[in-house]
């Protein structure tokens, strides 16, 4: 009977723990799905022409000037970017801050293991923030440059992404995802888009000749 009972209580444990088991593996598989998708959506050649200094004087310009105050009637500031290929998420920040909250670290962690896949290590990428229309515009910019310039740090610094690769530009409520809904929570999302190759820098007459120089050592 202690045989019995014993084998029961095994069976008890492994049935509980495939039970516990099981989700990870599903959680494993969607994070691994996810990346996958990301990776075939900005494994592509973007290629454009953006002036993101320009960009951002254009947005500070419009603020400035008092046009278009209503929300819904403005004009996006760089509809070239709608364009190209790209993918959007959703960045938790602490409030009214570009501090990343800690629950975030994984939405970023996944961006960055797609960004160092050998498919998206040619290009170069850029970070796009964007916030709901509330509260002053100027402040809204401004907040969203940051945010948009923290997300690249830690894609940088704790993921180890090549800094020259990935560029950041906040838009504030100036290129709004929902116009309908301005003060929408889809309005600040994040997007990571595609803008061209990548070219690594170009070696020194030096480093070329101790290159040669080891490899004649080799031989």
Known sequence: MRGVRKLRGLDLLLGVSALFALPMAVA???????????????????????????????????????????????????????KLPQVRFDIVFDQDSSLVRPASYQTIGTIADALTDPKTRPYRYLIVDHVEAAGRRDHNLILSQRRADSIRDVLVNTFKVHPKRLQALGLGEEQLQDVNRPAAPANARVQIIAIGKFETEPATPAAAAQKGAAAKKKR
Not at 49 to 54: L, N, Q, S, T, Y
């Open 28 to 82: 494993q598989a969607q994070t691994a799905t996810s990346t996958a998708d990301i990776i075939e959506k900005l494994a592509v050649d973007g290629e454009a022409d953006i002036d993101i200094a320009a960009l951002r004087q254009q947005a500070a310009d419009r603020i400035k000037a008092r046009a278009d105050a209503q929300p819904q009637k403005r004009p996006p500031i760089a509809p070239q970017l709608t």
